[in-house]
C-alpha cells in the first residue's frame, strides 16, 4: 500500500479500505433505521414516551459505561475481530428482537434488555472501528479516506432515516428490524474480509485500570485533545435536550411539525456537503479551521428561537451540519495523526466518553430548566454556548498550531 491514489474512489482500490466502508456504511445504514423501528414498537406494545425514555436511555448508558473497554480491548486484540464478533452478536440480538416483534411474544422490558446488550456490542467495537481506518490505507491517504469513509456513513445515515418510516408503515417494526439484522450480518462478512497486522503482543500484560490510566495519559498529554472533549462535553450537554426535547415543540408550534423533518433533514445535508468539502480542501491547519467553522453550530438554536421563518430555520440546521462534519473529519485527522498505534482505541474511547457522558444529564435538565427561563431564551443560551465555547477553544496555541503531519511523521509507536 505505497502508492498514492487520487480521489476517493481510487482509495476503493484499496482491498482492506473498501471492506472497511463497506462494512461500516452498511452498519450506519442499519443503525439509522433501528432506532426509527425500535420507537414505534415500544409504543405499539402500549409504552409511554416515559417507557420510550427507558429505553433509549438504558442503550445510552451501557454504550458509556462499556466504552472504556472496548478502547482497551481495541489496543490489545486484532481490531477487525472486535468489528467482527460484535456485528455478529448484534445479528444475534436484533435477530430475536425481530422474531419477537413478529411473533407479536415481544415485551418493553425486553426490548430495553436488547438495548442494552447492543449499547454494551457497539462500544466494545466502536473504538476499534474508529481507530480501523489508519491501518487499511498509506499514511499519506489518510486525509481522503477519513473524510470518504464519513462520507459513505452520513449518505448512509440519510438513507436510513429516510427509508424507516415507511419500512415500518409498510411492513411493521419487527420486519425493519430484521433488515438492521441482516445489515448487521453483511457489516460481519465485510469484516472479516479485512487482513491487518495485529497489534503487537506487548512483552507483559498491564492491568486493565494501567491501561486506562495510560489512554488518559495519552489524552492529557495533548491540550488541543482534552480541550476539544471537554468543549465536545458541553455541546451534546447542551444541544443534546435542544434537539430532541425543545426543537420538536418550538418549530412544531411555530411552524408544524413538518418543519422540523426538513429541518433534520437540512441537518443531514449539511453533514454531506461538508463531506464532499473535506475531501477537497485539507487545510494546513485543519484542526484550527475545524474548530472555527464548529462555531456555526450554533446557528440552529439560534435560528430556532430567533425565527419562525422556514429559510432561516433550514439554513440554521444546514450551517450546523456543514460546519460540525468539517470539524469531525479534521477532529478525526489530528486523532490518527497524532497519537501512537497502540493508544490509539484508548484515545477514541476517552473521546466517546468524554463527549458523550454528559447527554443524558442534559436530556433530563433541558425541559425544567428550558420551562423556568422560557423556550426561546433557553434556545439562545445553547447557542451562545456551543458557538462561544468553540472561539474560546480557538484561543489555545496547540489547537492554533497543530498542523497536518507528512506520513513519515505519523508516529506508529509508543
Known amino acids: 500500500m505505497s502508492r498514492r491514489v487520487n480521489g476517493f474512489w481510487g482509495l476503493l482500490r ?56 472496548g478502547g482497551v480491548l481495541g489496543d490489545r486484540l486484532p481490531r477487525q475481530l472486535m468489528m467482527q464478533g460484535s456485528s455478529a452478536a448484534g445479528f444475534l440480538t436484533q435477530g430475536v428482537v425481530a422474531v419477537a416483534l413478529i411473533g407479536g411474544w415481544a415485551s418493553i422490558p425486553l426490548l430495553t434488555v436488547v438495548g442494552v446488550a447492543n449499547g454494551c456490542l457497539g462500544a466494545l467495537a466502536g473504538p476499534s472501528s474508529s481507530a480501523m481506518t489508519r491501518q487499511t490505507v498509506p499514511a499519506e491517504d489518510l486525509p481522503r479516506a477519513v473524510a470518504g469513509r464519513r462520507l459513505c456513513q452520513n449518505a448512509a445515515q440519510v438513507l436510513g432515516f429516510s427509508l424507516a418510516g415507511i419500512l415500518v408503515a409498510a411492513f411493521g417494526s419487527g420486519w425493519a428490524v430484521a433488515i438492521d439484522a441482516a445489515t448487521y450480518a453483511v457489516a460481519a462478512v465485510c469484516f472479516g474480509l479485512i487482513r491487518v497486522a495485529a497489534p503487537p503482543a506487548p512483552q507483559s500484560r498491564p492491568s486493565l485500570v494501567r491501561d486506562l490510566r495510560a489512554g488518559a495519559a495519552e489524552v492529557f498529554r495533548h491540550t488541543w485533545l482534552w480541550l476539544l472533549i471537554g468543549q465536545a462535553l458541553l455541546y451534546h450537554l447542551f444541544f443534546g435536550g435542544a434537539q430532541s426535547v425543545l426543537g420538536p415543540i418550538v418549530v412544531g408550534d411555530s411552524l408544524g411539525r413538518a418543519a422540523w423533518g426538513w429541518a433534520l433533514a437540512a441537518l443531514m445535508v449539511g453533514f454531506m456537503v461538508g463531506g464532499l468539502v473535506s475531501l477537497r480542501w485539507q487545510p494546513r491547519h485543519g484542526l484550527y479551521a475545524g474548530t472555527a467553522l464548529l462555531s456555526l453550530t450554533a446557528a440552529f438554536p439560534l435560528a430556532m428561537a430567533l425565527s419562525d421563518q422556514l429559510t ?10 456543514f460546519g460540525l462534519e468539517l ?15 497502540d493508544k ?3 484515545v477514541y474511547s476517552f473521546d466517546l466518553v468524554g463527549s458523550f ?27 451562545l454556548v456551543m458557538g462561544g465555547s468553540s472561539l474560546l477553544a480557538l484561543l489555545s496555541p496547540d489547537v492554533r498550531r497543530l498542523q497536518r503531519r507528512a506520513p513519515e511523521e505519523i508516529p506508529s509507536d509508543a
Open 14 to 69: 484499496h482491498r482492506d479500505y473498501r471492506w472497511l466502508v463497506t462494512g461500516a456504511t452498511v452498519s450506519s445504514l442499519g443503525g439509522s433505521i433501528a432506532p426509527v423501528a425500535l420507537a414505534f414498537a415500544v409504543l405499539d406494545l402500549g409504552g409511554s414516551a416515559t417507557d420510550l425514555g427507558l429505553v433509549v436511555a438504558a442503550y445510552a448508558m451501557a454504550e458509556v459505561v462499556t466504552v472504556l473497554f
Open 312 to 321: 432561516v430555520l433550514l439554513l440554521g440546521a444546514f450551517l450546523h451540519g
Open 327 to 341: 470539524f469531525s473529519v479534521n477532529w478525526d485527522l489530528s486523532i490518527q495523526q497524532n497519537v501512537a498505534e
Open 344 to 346: 490509539l482505541a484508548r
Open 357 to 383: 457522558v454528559a447527554r443524558p444529564l442534559g436530556l433530563a435538565l433541558t425541559g425544567p430548566v428550558a420551562a423556568g427561563v422560557g423556550l426561546d431564551r433557553w434556545l439562545v443560551v445553547v447557542g
